[in-house]
Each structure stands twice: as structure tokens, then as C-alpha cells.
């Protein structure tokens, strides 16, 4: 979900540092990620060794831009740590064509390479309720990517990790990344895109284009994906607004709306 920013990553002005304890990362509200040397250190849970499974699985197919596993008592993993910027107030750089064309082929080469995972015996904190094709990363935008002088070089945050289409993990990578939405934002202190309608339009048909890396059956329209974009923001709008009563949190409650507001802008462009 797109309120789930647990960077555990590079040193901002955020981060603290203790002799004994490391460096605090910014961006961790779930999981107090901290690097300690080469490491990060996390909060585990239930699922985190079927996702320490799946990031050696991956690994070994030539994905090793992600964490090395090494470790997992039960209460706490440690992974490699993996050097770079995290953006998260969307710098002039991150709408580079290259980036957005580089995060596209990523995507792909991720769930190529967890299609064979083995399922069996897996336990996944969420669930997608979508056709299982590949294991979805399901939050694949840019405050879990790790960047250096402006390149992609690593993906982090695999705890919403679970099996689904590609088609679905496409949406939240395209919505953040396209962006697909409005150049004007449609209420006050809502996102929006840096970008007029006709550009984002072309920057979808650029990321759709990547992804299928030439290979029609993978090669998905744009009016698919916008359709399913809109459906996945109504659920995550609904997950959002009820954790916001939940919680109280009236910024999350705020961030339900839009997405919602995101999914009728989405509808209107006839997806």
C-alpha cells in the first residue's frame, strides 16, 4: 500500500546514528529498520521466511539488485544493506525517461524470475485476490527503490510480497511512476502529475513497451491497464480510509480520498 514507507535504506538528514544501536533509517514506521555496518536490521514476522526464500530464489536468477537475506530469529531479520538514495519528495530526476524506462524492465525481470517460486508451504502478510501469474512486489514505487546518481540500482520492502498478476503490480508501478495522474491537483494538497494528459499518456505506452521487452503476450494495452489502475485504487482507497478510523490518522484519511479521486480521474480517460 502506498502509506507503507519502510524505505530501510540510504542516510538522510532523518536518520540518527548510536554507537551501539547503528543507524536509525528514515521512512521505517512498521518495521524500525537499522543499519548496523553493512546490514539492516528489521522486525520480522510470520511471513518474513518465505520472503528471505523468495529473495534467495531470485537471486539465483540473476535479480541481484534486492537484499541478501542472511539471517531471521523469529523477532528480527537482517539483510544486506543496499548503498543509495531513496527518494521520497519526488526530485526533478525521478521523471527522467531513462528512469521510468529502467524501473519498467525491473518489474519485468522481478516477475519472471518469481514465477517458479515454489508456493507451497508460503505464508504472505497480504493477498492480492488476483490470478496467480507471478509473486506481485505490490509496492514497487519510487520510496522502495534505491537510486545512485540518479539510476536505479535496488528494490526494498518485500513484506506486501504475494502471489498475483502482473497486470496488478503493473498498476501501482505505472500510477507512481507514469504518473498516471491529472497536471493539476484535484483537490487541495492532492498529488499530481509534472506532466500534461498527452505526456502521460506517452509515458504509459514507454513503460508498457519495457515491460514487454518486445513479447506480445506481454504487451498490455493501455486502456487494460487504466481499468485495472482504477480498481486497485478504490482497494486501496478502502484499506486506507478504514485504517485511518482505526488509527485516528487524519493524514491517511486524507490520502483515501485521493486515491479515490485518482481512480474516477483514471475512469474518465475511459479505463
Not at 485504487?233 to 478504514?242: E, Q, V, Y
Request: hydrophobic letters at 35%; a negative charge.
Amino acid at each position: 500500500m502506498a502509506q507503507k514507507k519502510d524505505t530501510a535504506r540510504s542516510r538522510s538528514p532523518h536518520d540518527t546514528e548510536s554507537a551501539k544501536s547503528g543507524v536509525a533509517l528514515s521512512g521505517g514506521n512498521m518495521n524500525a529498520p537499522v543499519k548496523m555496518g553493512s546490514e539492516v536490521h528489521r522486525s520480522a514476522g510470520v511471513h518474513t521466511p518465505t520472503i528471505h526464500r523468495l529473495l534467495t530464489h531470485v537471486r539465483a536468477r540473476g535479480v541481484d539488485w534486492v537484499p541478501r537475506p542472511l539471517s531471521c530469529d523469529g523477532t528480527t531479520e537482517v539483510l544486506t544493506y543496499l548503498d543509495g538514495d531513496v527518494p521520497h519528495d519526488m526530485p526533478s530526476w525521478i521523471w527522467d525517461g531513462s528512469v521510468l524506462r529502467t524501473v519498467a524492465r525491473r518489474l519485468r525481470c522481478w516477475h519472471d524470475a518469481t514465477a517458479d517460486f515454489p508456493r507451497e508451504g508460503a505464508l504472505w502478510s497480504f493477498s492480492t485476490g488476483q490470478e496467480d501469474e507471478v509473486i506481485c512486489h505490490n509496492d514497487f514505487a519510487p520510496y522502495n527503490c534505491v537510486f545512485q546518481n540518479g539510476t536505479f540500482s535496488g528494490l526494498i520492502d518485500f513484506d506486501l510480497c504475494a502471489p498475483g498478476s502482473r497486470l496488478w503490480d503493473m498498476t501501482y508501478c505505472a500510477y507512481r511512476f507514469v504518473p498516471l495522474m491529472s497536471d493539476a491537483p484535484l483537490a487541495v494538497g492532492q498529488e499530481f502529475a509534472p506532466f500534461p494528459l498527452g505526456t502521460v499518456l506517452e509515458r504509459l505506452e514507454i513503460f508498457l513497451d519495457e515491460y514487454s521487452r518486445g513479447d506480445p503476450p506481454f504487451r498490455y494495452g493501455a486502456g487494460t491497464l487504466l481499468q485495472k489502475t482504477a480498481e486497485r485504487l478504490d482497494r486501496i482507497a478502502d484499506w486506507t480510509a478504514d485504517f485511518a478510523a482505526r488509527s485516528g490518522n487524519t493524514v491517511l484519511a486524507g490520502n483515501a480520498i485521493m486515491y479515490r479521486d485518482h481512480a474516477g480521474w483514471i475512469r474518465s480517460l475511459g479505463g
